[in-house]
């Protein structure tokens, strides 16, 4: 009879994932993970894999929780600038509350270049956030609400890549004031 799990794999997870985001890919030793989860390394094993699917897995339900937020901002407004406005609102919120820099920002600039699985999954998260702002951005359109002749392809593209600018922002200069006018001055150059 196989012996039963006594850990809960998703706490076990998220314990890997903080570790990871405390100190990065590369930095974290797979004794340091052990430690951590506080199970034998035959379990891990067993269990996640090696150090690499286990970052695979955290950064999977990272993306996932994030992408969950950012729906949940957008649901809260039927007016699809407002929806636009609330998601980088909640970001901006998570930027100046936050102890740490997200980790699909942290993940982009230590391994995309680097790793295959990793940059594939950051893609593939980046192009799920364009999808969402480029919806909103349609329905904006449409509705009158927004008047551009930009693509909202492009402008959904923009947006997101300036969330990571708020993050650079809020960490390089760890002025609260600054990084709120750099979101407003986001916002009101999509709303053009």
């Not at 030793?29 to 150090?51: C, F, P, Q, W």
């Not at 969402?132 to 008047?147: I, P, V």
């Not at 402008?155 to 002025?175: Q, Y």
Request: aromatic residues 8%.
């Amino acid at each position: 009879m196989p012996r039963q799990k006594e850990f809960d794999y998703e706490e076990k997870l998220k314990c890997a994932r903080n570790l990871f985001w405390d100190k990065g890919y590369k930095a974290t030793s797979m004794n340091e993970l052990v430690d951590a989860l506080e199970i034998n390394r035959s379990s891990l094993y067993h269990t996640y894999g090696n150090k690499h699917e286990l970052f695979l897995k955290s950064l999977d339900r990272y993306i996932q929780k994030k992408e969950e937020e950012y729906r949940k901002a957008a649901k809260k407004s039927k007016d699809p600038m407002k929806a636009v406005e609330n998601v980088v609102q909640s970001v901006l919120k998570s930027v100046l509350e936050d102890e740490k820099t997200c980790l699909v920002v942290n993940s982009t600039f230590e391994l995309a270049r680097t790793d295959k699985a990793v940059k594939q999954r950051l893609t593939r998260q980046t192009v799920s956030s364009v999808k969402l702002f480029q919806e909103l951005l349609e329905m904006a359109k449409e509705n009158g609400e927004l008047k551009t002749d930009r693509e909202s392809g492009v402008l959904a593209h923009f947006i997101v890549m300036n969330i990571t600018s708020i993050w650079a922002t809020h960490i390089l200069f760890g002025d609260e004031q600054l990084t709120t006018q750099m979101t407003d001055f986001l916002l009101e150059t999509i709303k053009g």
